[in-house]
T-cell receptor
């Protein structure tokens, strides 16, 4: 399967713990995106990378969230000191920079539950 | 924050009928995209229309874009039960392209 993969698919953690999610994009894609989705809502933009450079980070993202893409391939999203409000589906997507049009390919998501 | 507002929030039709979903947005865009989401396959890209285009077709899908009204519509013709899903419009608003702002979606139910 050459699609976007995410690991783990499900994560249950206690409030206050740190969690880290991984995303492996489609191999030739140079852009990688993170979104968060809660029940009944559309995905909410968090951050995105072009190669290893983080281009933008949402103002909604607190300092507890950090994302990296160290070698321009896979990416990690870390949430420190988790809160119950962090419970959501975390989606990763990738795209190829092609003449300014960026159709994005999404992974299956990591469902986070903070108890 | 969500930029797009989609209408209707839910739509129920019979197989074979057409389904029309509308999306309105607030700021200037690079392009507008439509995605489908169901529990089996996650979010799937359907079609992209650039800001200088007015209409685009892909199979049974027809998308229109009116930048003066900041609105778009998605028409699915001859619907099938397999089209049952949530449909989202997403506006590309980043200075460098690629930052998508999604609407809240339209939940489509196609009854056989």
């Amino acid at each position: 399967d050459t699609g976007v993969s995410q690991d783990p698919r499900h994560k249950i953690t206690k409030r206050g713990q740190n969690v880290t999610f991984r995303c492996d994009p489609i191999s030739e894609h140079n852009r990688l995106y993170w979104y968060r989705q809660t029940l009944g809502q559309g995905p909410e933009f968090l951050t995105y990378f072009q190669n290893e450079a983080q281009l933008e980070k949402s103002r909604l993202l607190s300092d507890r969230f950090s994302a990296e893409r160290p070698k321009g391939s896979f990416s990690t999203l870390e949430i420190q000191r988790t809160e119950q409000g962090d419970s959501a589906m975390y989606l990763c997507a990738s795209s190829l920079d092609r003449k300014g049009s960026y159709e994005q390919y999404f992974g299956p998501g990591t469902r986070l539950t903070v108890t | 924050s969500q930029q797009g507002e989609e209408d209707p929030q839910a739509l129920s039709i019979q197989e074979g009928e057409n389904a029309t979903m509308n999306c309105s947005y607030k700021t200037s865009i690079n392009n507008l995209q439509w995605y489908r989401q169901n529990s089996g396959r996650g979010l799937v890209h359907l079609i992209l229309i650039r800001s200088n285009e007015r209409e685009k077709h892909s199979g049974r899908l027809r998308v229109t874009l009116d930048t003066s009204k900041k609105s778009s519509s998605l028409l699915i013709t001859a619907s099938r039960a397999a089209d049952t899903a949530s449909y989202f419009c997403a506006t590309d608003v980043g200075n460098q392209g690629g930052k998508l702002i999604f609407g809240q979606g339209t939940e489509l139910s196609v009854k056989p």
